[in-house]
């Protein structure tokens, strides 16, 4: 655990209370069963809001806190724990980045006051394809009047249908795989031209596909000069998705740990059995060089420092790979309970590689990580 | 080092004003990585080695925590860091180096008496004497509780019989700090922590040679040696709780929580991307050539990256406290397997000029890393074996359950 300031420490206290006393799995599995439309629970959402959890990283004179990375990610890392379905990733956290990192003065009075104060979702939409792919963003985005005309798709954008703001990664030049000519958009996401389709997904967590048919944009940032931006702002998003991912696998471990100290099999708890004790110490081992990634990276990015993108894809790497761990063991250590849907241990793997999936897998922050350094 | 009122700036401009007087200029030009292996191999050190040595031990600043009154410096956590960065600065090694420094001081300090501090200590702070640790036996390694090495009350003395193996820099040292038998009806409230006197008639030591060509390790061998009483640390037939102790101090500096030397001589200082480029060549856009090489060796560097910041985390939450805690075991099975992991790497990289074992055709760092990449074989084996270590972590972190069979 990185070294809290007091305000910290009880911001992450006041976090695990209320999720263990308001958000446990057992919620998260009711939204499930009660199919949701929106993916999450929004009255559970307007208590987050309302402890000013969609405002941690947004300037006071927004009508935030702006207390940092590292505190949202404390927040992330214990909604994590029980599965926390929100918009508190995708829009308190990427794309209020995005807002406060290219906005206007105008843009930032009119949208980040009611992203902070949970009335308005934002999110990104960024990916095209199956695969997160930034660089290769096509949708076209042509001057019109005033403003911009957008016309393309968008796939897997998280809260897709909750979304009343999208911030849209379009192309006013170029062609799709070069970094030039990258241009960011705010769209309404009720707008004309505009249509959404949801998905029903694995982890059963709100995302759209959406489709712009000449949809109004406004500029976010510099025209063709967007790529910085976006990045930074995927950065943040990742970073925030790497903390809560971390707190899913400690409570995956965890929950894994407690059923090898008390299933018995052969006379014995099968804790006792060193085939197990060795693939839980793997784990452990693990799950804390992870934490030493994700909270190094949330810390640069709150330091502003050069190295966010590689730490941050470190951090979204290594985490992907030690969740995608622990997740397959929760399920082949419960054995057959593990199977079943009444255990939680089949929504654990789910979340799993939804997250892994989102905002660049390992395979892509490996690459990223390579490219960075020059290898 | 009171006297500062805790005016870190002072101090480090004292320190820096230190070393600048006192570095031996000869030095300066060495490879300090070098150096070190060759103390560790038993070579000789230069003129100017010994000087700088001397200098340190004299202001205590090689066990800079240590407390003054045994001949360390005094200082606290965070002034001793100001003399790490100081001399990491202009490329100095801390002179005061080995298995005195790492492990058996610290665990002396805790639990030895008065005399024995003040006879073992001071001389440990001036790296004037070489330890070397007799735990392992032939038929006790990772089962190191088994160990059979007899010592027998003689009313004015010990009596010992028995051997050790592993026992590292036995050839060199002076002292060795020993478990022995003491009870044979209870196998670990029936071990003593003794020191022997390697001087001592009876005590003969035979290097071992090991796949890598080098003989770091010895057997040693205790026939009727004489040990006398008061070289008994700690109570009679307590000597596990001191050894567990010592281990963890162990595990601690192998893992590189002793530092950046540490660090160094596991990770190698050199650019692992750029040798690549170099042997394997690059393709159109400066990548390295071999795809599926590139994707290991980033894995490789990612996986180093968690571990230094892992290591980090751990120096940052400590706070200074320089005392390991059960988390150590964490760290010796990652970084040793980053340590073995860049080994394979460069000798791959290296292709058939990583097969050198002497002569000519071969770089001295081809060669290097052939022997390096046998003699890490060993990190996942001493200091208690990976397994070992995953039952440590399995037991006292985790407290799962031993075995319903096992009695231990």
Redesign the interface.
């Known amino acids: 655990?990185?070294?809290l300031s007091e305000e910290q420490s009880m911001l992450r206290d006041s976090a695990r209370t209320w999720v263990q006393e308001k958000s446990p799995v057992t919620a998260f599995r009711k939204m499930r069963d009660s199919n949701a439309p929106l993916g999450y629970d929004p009255a559970a959402f307007a208590e987050m809001a309302e402890m000013g959890w969609t405002g941690v990283i947004i300037p006071e004179a927004y009508g935030g806190s702006e207390f940092g990375y590292l505190s949202l990610g404390l927040i992330l890392e214990e909604t994590g724990r029980t599965l926390t379905a929100s918009p508190l990733l995708s829009s308190a956290l990427a794309a209020a980045s995005a807002i406060i990192l290219g906005g206007s003065e105008v843009q930032k009075s009119e949208y980040l006051p009611s992203i902070a104060s949970g009335e308005l979702v934002a999110t990104l939409a960024v990916d095209e394809g199956a695969h997160h792919a930034p660089e290769k963003t096509a949708l076209s985005a042509k001057k019109s009047g005033s403003g911009y005309s957008l016309t393309g798709t968008k796939t897997f954008v998280l809260e897709g249908m909750a979304a009343g703001l999208l911030v849209v990664s379009a192309r006013t030049s170029g062609k799709a795989g070069e970094t030039d000519g990258i241009s960011l958009f705010l769209v309404k996401a009720d707008g004309k031209g505009v249509s959404r389709k949801a998905l029903k997904l694995a982890d059963s967590r709100g995302a759209a596909n959406v489709a712009f048919d000449g949809a109004e944009g406004q500029l976010l940032g510099e025209e063709g000069k967007g790529w910085l931006l976006l990045e930074k702002t995927l950065d943040r998003a990742r970073a925030g998705l790497a903390a809560e991912m971390l707190g899913a696998a400690i409570q995956a471990f965890e929950t894994t740990?407690d059923y090898?100290?008390v299933r018995v099999q052969f006379?014995?708890?099968i804790?006792?059995?060193?085939a197990?004790?060795?693939r839980?110490?793997?784990m452990?081992?693990d799950l804390?060089?992870?934490?030493?990634?994700v909270?190094?990276a949330l810390q640069a990015i709150d330091d502003d420092s050069a190295d966010v993108p590689e730490l941050v894809s470190?951090a979204k790497?290594?985490m992907g790979d030690t969740l995608h761990l622990v997740s397959n063991e929760m399920v082949q250590m419960h054995g057959g309970i593990g199977m079943t849907d009444a255990h939680d241990a089949g929504l654990y793997l789910k979340r799993a590689r939804a997250a892994e999936t989102t905002y660049g897998g390992q395979a892509y922050h490996?690459?990223r990580?390579?490219r960075i350094?020059?290898? | 080092m009171a006297d500062f009122g805790g005016d870190i700036d002072a101090f480090r401009t004292e320190v820096r004003d230190w070393m600048e007087a006192n570095y031996p200029a000869e030095l300066r030009k060495e490879d300090g990585g070098q150096a070190m292996t060759e103390a560790m191999m038993g070579m000789p050190p230069s003129a100017a080695a010994k000087l700088w040595r001397q200098r340190v031990g004299e202001k205590g600043w090689g066990v800079p925590t240590w407390p003054k009154q045994y001949g360390g410096g005094g200082l606290s956590p965070a002034e001793a860091r100001v003399v790490q960065q100081e001399m990491g600065r202009i490329g100095a090694n801390n002179p005061i180096q080995g298995m005195g420094v790492m492990m058996f001081g610290p665990t002396l300090l805790e639990y030895g008496n008065e005399a024995q501090k003040q006879q073992h200590i001071p001389s440990i702070c001036k790296g004037e004497l070489q330890w070397c640790q007799g735990f392992s036996e032939p038929g006790a390694g990772s089962d190191l509780a088994s160990l059979a090495t007899r010592c027998e009350d003689k009313g004015d003395h010990y009596l010992i019989n028995g051997s050790k193996i592993w026992t590292s820099g036995a050839q060199f040292a002076q002292w060795c700090f020993c478990l022995v038998r003491t009870d044979t009806t209870k196998k670990h409230e029936g071990i003593s922590f003794i020191l022997i006197d390697m001087a001592s008639p009876g005590v003969e030591v035979r290097p071992i040679q090991l796949i890598s060509g080098n003989s770091p390790f010895c057997e040693t061998f205790f026939t009727d040696v004489k040990v006398p009483k008061e070289n008994l640390v700690g109570p009679l037939n307590g000597g596990w709780t001191i050894a567990k102790r010592l281990l963890q101090f162990e595990r601690n500096s192998l893992s590189g929580g002793g530092g950046g030397a540490a660090m160094r001589m596991m990770f190698g200082a050199g650019s692992l991307d750029a040798m690549a480029k170099t042997y394997v060549g690059t393709d159109e856009k400066g990548r390295i050539a071999d795809g599926d090489l590139r994707s290991r060796l980033t894995q490789h560097m990612m996986d180093a990256k968690a571990f230094t910041l892992t290591l980090m985390r751990a120096a940052a939450e400590s706070k200074g406290n320089a005392s390991p805690s059960a988390a150590t075991s964490i760290m010796k099975n990652a970084g040793t397997k980053v340590g073995q992991d860049r080994a394979e790497l460069t000798l791959e990289i290296m292709g058939s000029q990583g097969l050198g074992w002497e002569g000519e055709g071969f770089s001295s760092e081809e060669l290097g890393a052939v022997r390096g990449w046998l003699g890490g074989k060993a990190t996942t084996i001493y200091g208690g074996s990976q397994e070992i270590q995953s039952n440590i972590i399995s037991k006292r972190i985790l407290g799962l359950p031993d075995p319903a069979s096992a009695q231990h």
């Open positions: 655990m990185a070294v740990l090898l100290k006379g014995q708890v804790g006792s059995f060193q197990l004790q060795h839980a110490a793997k452990f081992t804390e060089l992870s934490r030493s990634c909270e190094a470190l790497a290594k490996r690459d990580y390579a350094n020059g290898y």
